[in-house]
C-alpha cells in the first residue's frame, strides 16, 4: 500500500498531471492515486475498452504489461494513441518489454529521458508522443534491462556492476542521441550530437528517405532494407519542388536475412536542400561531398563519380557516435563516415549524376544517385563565390552616402616597394590604387634597383599623369625594408598602407579606412581581411581574421594584409628593419603593439593577395627559409623589448612558431576530476594522469556525484607510484557542475586548478606542462586543451560564444593531422572561452571571479560563463593545440545532464548579449549555425 500511495503522490508532482488512465489497475492503486489528488479511471488491456473511452488523460500508467502478441500489443497501443500524449510504461521479462515498446514506438511515441521516473519501477520509461525511430526499441529495451539490474544490485563479483555501468552510460547515451534526430535544431541537440546529420535529418525528415524522391532509385543494396516510418512532411512553404523520379518500388518483408547482408550509404552534404538549389542554379569548381556507409562486413571504400569522370576514393573511417544509436548491432557503424572532392571543371554544362558508391569487405555494394546541374558560368564556384555573391554587391548610394559622411578626410600613403615585378601584373597593382573610390590617398613607390625598362616606364608614366604618384629610385639593390624606408620617407599622409608591388587593393578599401577612422579617430594601427587573386580576377581563399589577438600573433602574422599605420608612430619606431626582412611586416607591428592599444580591425575584405605568379617572382626557397627566420628573430627581439624570458621554438606544424615560457619553480596543480560513477572511465583517467604527465607537482581530487559506494570505495584505496588521490563526496544530489567543482576548489591550496572530466585520456606526457607555462603568466585567466575524439577528429580548439545562439566548439570534426583555417587548430590563440572538460585557471583568479554559477548555471555554459567573466576582467583566455587529450565526449553524463536547462539558456544569452552579436575572437563574416568556420550566409 505505502508503494501505491508513493505513486500517487509522485504522479501528482509531475507538472500537468490532473487525470490518470491506469491499465490493468487494481483498487487499491485508484484509491492511492485518488487520495493523492488525482482524478483516476481504470481499464483492461483491451482495444475495445480503450476506443470507447471518450476523454483524454493526462497520462496513461502501462505498469505490469501483459505477454501479448506483437499483433495485441500495435492494436493497443494504436488504440491508446488519442487518449494520452504522455505514457509511463513498465514491464517485466526483457522479450516482453521490447515487444511492447516497438509497438508503441509504431504508435508515435518515444523515451522522455531526460525524466527520471525510477519511482515507477527499475524498468519504468517515460513515453512522448512525438517522432520516434523504430531503431530504439530493442536499444531502449536494454536499457531498461540494465536499469533494472543496476538498481537491484545483488551481482556477486563487483565487477560485473562496474560492466553493467559502463554499457549502461553507453546504452543511455545512445537512446538520447537517437532522440536528438528528430526533437530540434537548437542548442541542446548540439551539446548532444554535433554532427551535420542531426541537422539535416531534423530539416528535412529523413533524408535516408527522401534522397529518393531526388533522383528516382537513389539508394541500392545488395539486399532489400527494412521498412523505415515515413518522415513527417515538411511545411508546405518550404516543401522543394518535386523533380522527376521512377516509381518506387514495394518494399520488401522484413527478415534478418536481409539485416545481415545490408549496405546502407547516405550523403549528408551536399544536403537535400542544397542539391535542390544546385539542381536549379548549377555548380562549379570543387564539391564536397560527406556522409557515411554501414555493414556488417566494414566498409572497405566509397567511390563518388561525377557524371563521366573517372572515380575518386573519398576519405573512410570518420568518428560518427550518431551511427552507434542508429546501428547498435553494427560494431563498426561508430566509424561510418565518410568525406571526398569532387572537381567539376572537366564537365561541360548541363545535367550530370553525382554517383556514392560503398563498397564491404564481401564484395556488398551501395549506391546514391544525386542529380545536378554544372554550369561554369553562372554557378557559384564554391562557398565563397556565394558568399562574394550575398555581401559584396555594393549599392552605389551608400558607398555615395559614406563619402558625403565622412567629416574627417584623412590622407592615407599607400607605400609600395618595387623590385622586378612584370609589366602586367606591377600595372593591376597601381591601377587599384588608382581607382579607389576614396581620393585622398597618395602613392609612394621606392624601386628596389631593379634595372627593368618595363617597370622604368610604368613608373614614368603614372607619376607623369597624377600628382599624387610619387617615385624614388634607389642607387643599389637594398632589401624590402630600405625600400618600404625609402617610400615612407616621401609620405606626407596621417597613415601609411603597406601594399606589395604585385598585389592589389579592394575598390573601396581606402573608404572603409577612412570610415573607421572617422569612427576611432585615436586608433594607430588598422589591419582588415584579405583573399587571394589569380591573374584572371578570380578570388579565392578569404582570411576573414580575429580581433587583436597578441598571443596569436606570435605564432602567425595573421595581421598581415592591409595593413595600415599612424605615420608618426611608424617613423617612432625607425621604420622598417632590414635585418627583419621577408619579415618586416610581421616585426613592424609586433613592435607597434608595444607603443599603441589602440588597435583596430575592420572586417573586410580590402585586400587580394596575388597567388599564380611565377616562382620567380614570388619567394625561392631561400627566400622562405629566410623568411622564416627573420619571422623568428621578429618574435623573439619582441618578447626581448617586453622583458619575458621566453623562448621562441617551431610550432606543432611547420612554419609556425611556438612561445615556451617559464614556469615558477614552486608551482602546483589540483587536478579535480569530476565523475558520475563510471568506474572504467575514472579507472583510465587516473591511471594516465599517473603514467602520462610529466609535469609531476600536481594532486588530484576525485569528486563522486554517484549514487553508490564503488567510487569512494576505488578512490580511498588507489594509489600509483606513491601518489593518492583526494576524495570529495558529492554523491546522491543532482547534478550541479558548478556547485561539486566549487567545493572541491575551496579546499586546493595549489596556485592552479585544473578542471577535467573523468572521460578523458592522455596522449602526450607533456600536456599538463604545456598548460602550466601558459597559465603562470600573470596575463592569463583560462587555458584550454585540444581534446580529440578516439578517431583523431577534433572536439575542442577552443569555443565561439554566439554560435548557435550561445556557443559552440570550432573546428570540431576536423581531423587533427589537417592543416585547416590558416592552422588556428594548431596554434596558441586568443579565444573568448574553452570548455570545462580540460581548463587550467590560476585559484586566486577563479575565486576573484566568484568561481562557477552554481544557482543560474548548474548544467551548462558554467564553463563559458568563468571565461568571459575571467576576460571581462582584463585576463586572456588561451586556447593551446600542445596539450592534446581524448575526450569521449558527455559519455560519463546521464541525459538529463547533458541537456542545458531553458533557464540556463535564456540565463547566458542575457548575461552575455554583447559578446554574443560579437565574438571578439570571430569574425562576423563566419557562419553562426555550424562550428567549421565556414562563410556566412544570407537568410533565406
Known amino acids: 500500500m505505502e508503494q501505491e500511495s508513493q505513486l500517487g503522490r509522485s504522479l501528482s508532482g509531475l507538472r500537468g498531471v490532473r487525470s490518470v488512465l491506469v491499465l490493468g489497475s487494481s483498487a487499491g492503486l485508484l484509491k492511492a492515486l485518488q487520495s493523492a489528488g488525482l482524478e483516476a479511471e481504470g481499464s483492461a488491456w483491451h482495444e475495445v475498452a480503450l476506443v470507447s473511452a471518450l476523454r483524454t488523460y493526462d497520462i496513461v500508467l502501462c505498469l505490469g504489461a501483459p505477454n501479448l502478441t506483437p499483433k495485441q500489443c500495435a492494436v493497443i497501443t494504436i488504440a491508446l494513441a488519442p487518449r494520452s500524449g504522455r505514457i509511463l510504461f513498465s514491464s517485466g521479462p526483457d522479450a516482453v518489454c521490447a515487444v511492447w515498446l516497438r509497438a508503441f514506438l509504431e504508435a508515435g511515441y518515444g523515451p522522455d529521458l531526460a525524466l527520471d521516473v525510477q ?49 549502461y552510460a553507453e546504452v543511455e547515451r545512445a537512446i538520447q542521441d537517437t532522440r536528438a534526430l528528430t526533437e530540434r535544431l537548437s542548442h541542446t541537440v548540439h551539446a548532444m550530437a554535433q554532427s551535420r546529420i542531426w541537422r539535416t535529418l531534423a530539416a528535412v525528415g529523413g533524408w535516408v528517405l527522401s ?58 552534404e551536399p544536403d537535400s536542400k542544397v542539391l535542390q538549389a544546385l539542381l536549379q542554379t548549377g555548380i562549379r569548381g570543387t564539391l564536397r561531398v560527406e556522409g557515411w556507409a554501414v555493414s556488417d562486413y566494414n566498409i572497405s571504400r566509397v567511390e563518388l563519380k561525377l557524371g563521366d569522370l573517372p572515380s575518386v576514393q573519398a576519405r573512410i573511417g570518420l568518428y560518427r557516435p550518431d551511427l552507434k544509436s542508429r546501428f547498435p548491432t553494427l560494431a563498426n557503424a561508430g566509424r561510418g563516415g565518410f568525406i571526398g572532392h569532387v572537381d567539376t571543371a572537366p564537365l561541360p554544362n548541363g545535367r550530370h549524376t553525382l554517383t556514392i558508391r560503398a563498397f564491404d569487405i564481401q564484395g556488398g555494394t551501395a549506391h546514391l544517385e544525386l542529380p545536378l546541374t554544372v554550369d561554369h558560368i553562372h554557378g557559384y564556384a564554391n562557398d565563397y563565390d556565394r558568399w562574394i555573391e550575398d555581401f559584396e554587391k555594393k549599392a552605389l548610394e551608400q558607398i555615395e552616402h559614406k563619402q558625403q559622411t565622412l567629416l574627417r578626410r584623412p590622407l592615407i600613403s599607400i607605400i609600395v616597394p618595387v623590385y622586378r615585378t612584370r609589366a602586367t601584373i606591377l600595372e593591376k597593382t597601381v591601377r587599384s590604387v588608382l581607382n579607389q573610390s576614396y581620393p585622398e590617398w597618395e602613392l609612394c613607390m621606392a624601386d628596389d634597383c631593379s634595372r627593368s625598362p618595363e617597370v622604368d616606364a610604368i613608373l614614368e608614366r603614372y607619376s607623369a599623369s597624377d600628382t599624387r604618384v ?16 625609402a617610400a615612407l620617407a616621401m609620405a606626407t599622409g596621417e597613415f601609411i598602407g603597406l601594399l606589395d608591388h604585385d598585389d592589389e587593393l579592394a575598390q573601396d578599401a581606402l573608404l572603409h579606412v577612412a570610415d573607421a577612422l572617422n569612427r576611432q579617430p585615436d586608433t594607430d594601427l588598422v589591419y582588415s581581411d584579405e583573399d587571394h587573386i589569380d591573374e584572371n580576377g578570380h578570388r579565392s581563399d578569404p582570411f576573414f581574421k580575429p580581433d587583436w589577438s597578441p598571443d596569436l600573433i606570435l605564432g602567425e602574422n595573421y595581421v598581415c594584409h592591409f595593413l595600415l599605420l599612424r605615420t608618426s608612430l611608424c617613423r617612432e619606431l625607425g621604420g622598417f628593419r632590414s635585418q627583419t626582412d621577408l619579415s618586416q611586416d610581421h616585426d613592424i607591428v609586433l613592435r607597434a603593439s608595444l607603443r599603441t592599444r589602440r588597435i583596430l580591425h575592420i572586417p573586410k575584405i580590402l585586400y587580394h593577395w596575388r597567388t599564380n605568379v611565377s616562382m620567380d617572382e614570388r619567394a625561392s626557397d631561400a627566400h622562405r627559409q629566410r623568411a622564416l627566420e627573420t619571422s623568428r628573430r621578429a618574435v623573439e627581439d619582441h618578447l626581448t623589448a617586453m622583458g619575458t624570458p621566453a623562448i621562441v621554438v617551431p610550432g606543432a606544424v611547420s612554419q609556425r612558431w611556438r612561445v615556451r615560457y617559464p614556469i615558477p619553480a614552486e608551482q602546483s596543480v589540483r587536478i579535480l576530476v569530476s565523475c558520475g560513477g563510471n568506474l572504467n572511465l575514472l579507472k583510465l583517467c587516473l591511471a594516465d594522469l599517473a603514467e602520462k604527465t610529466d609535469f609531476r607537482p600536481f594532486q588530484v581530487s576525485v569528486i563522486d556525484n554517484s549514487r553508490g559506494a564503488e567510487v569512494a570505495d576505488f578512490v580511498t584505496s588507489w594509489s600509483a607510484g606513491g601518489r593518492r588521490a583526494g576524495y570529495v563526496d558529492y554523491r546522491n544530489r543532482p547534478f550541479n557542475y558548478s556547485a561539486m567543482n566549487n567545493l572541491a576548489a575551496r579546499n586546493a591550496q595549489e596556485p592552479l586548478l585544473l578542471f577535467l572530466n573523468d572521460d578523458v585520456s592522455m596522449i602526450h606526457a607533456d600536456w599538463l606542462t604545456a598548460m602550466v607555462e601558459l597559465a603562470s603568466r600573470p596575463e592569463v585567466g583560462a587555458v584550454g586543451a585540444k581534446l580529440l575524439f578516439p578517431d583523431n577528429t577534433i572536439q575542442h580548439a577552443g569555443v565561439v560564444v554566439g554560435i548557435f545562439g550561445t556557443a559552440g566548439h570550432v573546428f570540431k570534426k576536423t581531423f587533427a593531422e589537417d592543416r585547416v583555417y590558416f592552422d588556428f587548430p594548431d596554434l596558441i590563440r586568443n579565444v573568448s572561452a574553452v570548455t570545462g572538460a580540460c581548463m587550467m585557471v590560476p585559484t586566486e583568479k577563479f575565486w576573484a571571479c566568484g568561481g562557477f554559477d552554481e544557482e543560474g548555471l548548474p548544467v551548462s555554459y558554467n564553463d563559458v560563463d568563468l571565461c568571459l567573466k575571467l576576460g571581462q576582467t582584463g585576463y586572456r583566455i588561451l586556447y593551446t593545440p600542445h596539450a592534446r587529450l581524448y575526450h569521449h565526449e558527455a559519455v560519463s553524463k546521464s541525459a538529463v545532464d547533458r541537456n542545458p536547462l531553458p533557464a540556463e539558456i535564456m540565463l547566458f544569452k542575457a548575461r552575455w548579449k554583447h559578446v554574443i552579436e560579437c565574438d571578439p575572437f570571430y569574425n562576423p563574416n563566419l557562419t553562426l549555425d555550424a562550428e567549421d568556420y565556414s562563410y556566412r550566409k544570407r537568410p533565406v
Open 211 to 268: 534522397v529518393q524522391r531526388i533522383g528516382g532509385r537513389l539508394l541500392g543494396r545488395t539486399a532489400p532494407l527494412p521498412r523505415d516510418p515515413e518522415p513527417a512532411p515538411l511545411p508546405r512553404d518550404s516543401e522543394p519542388a518535386p523533380l522527376p523520379r521512377d516509381p518506387e518500388p514495394a518494399p520488401p518483408p522484413e527478415t534478418d536475412a536481409h539485416k545481415e547482408c545490408d549496405v546502407r550509404v547516405h550523403c549528408d
Open 119 to 167: 519511482w515507477a519501477g527499475t524498468g519504468a520509461v517515460l513515453l512522448r508522443a512525438g517522432s520516434t525511430d523504430l531503431d530504439q526499441a530493442a536499444i531502449l529495451a536494454e536499457l531498461l534491462h540494465l536499469r533494472s539490474r543496476l538498481m537491484d544490485g545483488n551481482s556477486p563479483d563487483p565487477s560485473i556492476d562496474i560492466d553493467l555501468a559502463a554499457r
Open 470 to 485: 610619387k617615385v624614388v629610385r634607389l642607387p643599389e639593390n637594398r632589401g624590402i625594408s630600405a625600400a618600404s624606408n
